[in-house]
């Protein structure tokens, strides 16, 4: 309870310096409560939990393996739980300052990493094996290493096939099915996904320091 609240003045009193009226900040203090709150007790099966990571509602998570979720990290499950397993001898890795919209699935029954400061949209489902073999349904294949690397945006509605690699700074289209490597800072979209765009690293908005769910640092 103390660390809830300690976490949740620390965020207020960064809050109070953008002029937000009382009524404002208290409607802050009474969500960053329950975000903090929330994530000490909905990802207590999680193995290291980083510090000030926030749940927006309760996910569904379900550890056989190991997980870690890097601190400054955001799950929000509003209308629809996020979905995160783990298997046994598995591997799942979320990075610090990452957002996780609602209805995201991941499925790690080998090895998932999501770099540092990930977004990624509603229903998005990343998965490192495709769960049944196409003549053998009741075989799950073995599982491929599944990579996103850091600052990387997926849209909603996107599949991230079993052993891609998502390069560093990419953005993935709304609706993608991604079954081939992505190379760094490449915009790409469709079914299967295909590069659309080149984006230039320059032009990247990223001050020192930059946390898009509000440091604690
Ligand atoms: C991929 C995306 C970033 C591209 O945005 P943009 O740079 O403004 O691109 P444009 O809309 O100018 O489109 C450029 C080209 O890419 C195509 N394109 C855009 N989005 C696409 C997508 N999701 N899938 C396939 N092709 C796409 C366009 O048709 C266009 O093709 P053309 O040049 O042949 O006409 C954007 O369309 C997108 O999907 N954003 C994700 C939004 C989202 O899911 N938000 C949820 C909350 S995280």
Redesign the pocket.
Known sequence: MKYVIKRALTMLRRDTKKGLSPRALLRRAARYSYEIGGAQLWLRDVNELGRGVRCYHKPRVVNDGTMRIGRNSLLRSILVPIELTCAEGALLEIGEDCFI?YGVSIGCTKHISIGDRC????YTMIIDTPFHDVYDRLKRPEGQSTIIETDV??????SIMPGVTIGHGS??????VVTKDVPAYS????VPAKI??TLDPDKFVMPPGFSPNRDLR
């Open positions: 919209n977004r990624i949209g509603p945006w997926i849209g909603a509605k996107v953005v993935v289209g709304t609706g993608a915009v790409v979209g469709g659309i765009d």
